[in-house]
């Protein structure tokens, strides 16, 4: 069974508003409420990809409820743990340019946080466990390095999408796959990652700490792969950007789906970026056909240093 967790959902409520100007009353004619959170993306566009799977993670208030029954309505199982708070609303603005802004994270106390580790601890061999969306800062860095230690006893495949403090201390653990975007992973080193070099020597120093895949997203310029034997670079198929929201975890998402049936990195790889950019232009996420439809247009090529002019 693969597992996703989502320790701060949200609903995003995404705008589409011609010239948005900040400052002004802008109103807007086109309006979604979409059930949000990394790990509720990857769970909804595994199951679009005929992959069942169960989403867990923390939800509460009547936002909560709005996305268990949007989840229910979809057919994507799902056993939160209940919060007081409510989960929080995240605003995305669609005009010229995007913008977000995310609340924050419910602050769980250790019953619900013991709730979640029983869970993780009565996960099978082979299981998935993917862990992704921002960890609040209220939760101690030990506690997620704790569930990652529980799934790699277990044989359990722990794979990562998150940012800030905690993502420090978790890459030093076991991680099948991480997928940090471009920024994430400089904010990861304290760098900032200007070229597809850095990209690629910052990638290959988590493979050397243990990770088994890195996934750097670099949006519409597409993705690079880093595992112990391999590194390929993946352009990203053209086409007309709708709403890139969800597209990172429609990557990790698409390579999820294609791993656990063929094994094979390199297909996973171009399964992956294929779901990304099909997320990408569509409102919603990505469907099956749209992902199928792409594959081919994903030109996959080795990375090599020396071909390399930025
Ligand atoms: N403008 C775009 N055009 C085509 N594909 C895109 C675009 N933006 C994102 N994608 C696809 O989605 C993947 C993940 O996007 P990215 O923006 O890097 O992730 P995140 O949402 O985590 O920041 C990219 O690797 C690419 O395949
Ligand atoms: O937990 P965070 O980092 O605030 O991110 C949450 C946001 O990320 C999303 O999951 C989208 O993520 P990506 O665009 O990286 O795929 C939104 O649905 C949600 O609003």
């Known amino acids: 069974m693969i597992y996703t967790c989502t320790i701060t959902p949200s609903i995003d409520y995404t705008v589409y508003v011609p010239e948005f100007e900040s400052g002004k009353l802008n109103r807007s004619e086109e309006v979604y409420y979409y059930p949000g959170g ?5 769970s909804r566009v595994l199951k679009r990809l005929g992959i069942s799977n169960k989403a867990l993670g923390y939800a509460g208030g009547f936002t909560g409820n709005y996305i268990e029954e949007f989840l229910k309505n979809e057919g994507v199982a799902a056993d939160f743990i209940q919060t007081a708070q409510i989960t929080r609303i995240n605003v995305k603005i669609k005009s010229d340019k995007e913008t977000e802004l995310n609340g924050p994270g419910p602050e769980l106390d250790a019953a619900q946080l013991a709730a979640l580790t029983q869970k993780v601890q009565a996960m099978n061999e082979n ?33 990562l999408d998150t940012s800030g403090p905690a993502l420090e201390s978790l890459v030093a653990t076991p991680v099948f796959l991480i997928k940090p975007n471009q920024q994430e992973l400089g904010e990861l080193f304290g760098v900032e990652i200007t070229s597809l070099r850095d990209a690629y020597f910052y990638a290959s120093k988590l493979v050397a700490q243990g990770t088994e895949h890195v996934v750097v997203s670099m949006g519409g310029d597409g993705a690079l792969l880093v595992t112990k034997d391999t590194a390929l670079m993946a352009k990203a198929p053209q086409g007309t950007v709708v709403n890139t929201v969800g597209s990172g975890d429609s990557l990790v998402s698409g390579f999820i789906a294609s791993y656990a049936t063929d094994q094979d990195p390199a297909l996973a790889f171009r399964y992956g970026v294929a779901s990304g950019s099909a997320t990408a232009f569509r409102s919603d996420l990505c469907r099956k056909e749209d992902v199928e439809k792409l594959l ?11 071909d390399v002019t930025k």
Do not use: H
């Open 38 to 42: 990394k790990g509720i993306n990857v």
């Open 127 to 159: 299981d998935w466990f993917v862990l992704a969306g921002s960890l609040p800062g209220s939760i101690p860095a030990d506690y997620f390095v704790e569930l990652a230690t529980i799934c790699q006893a277990n044989g359990v495949r722990f794979v």
């Open 296 to 306: 081919a247009e994903v030109e996959i090529y080795p990375y090599e240093e020396k």
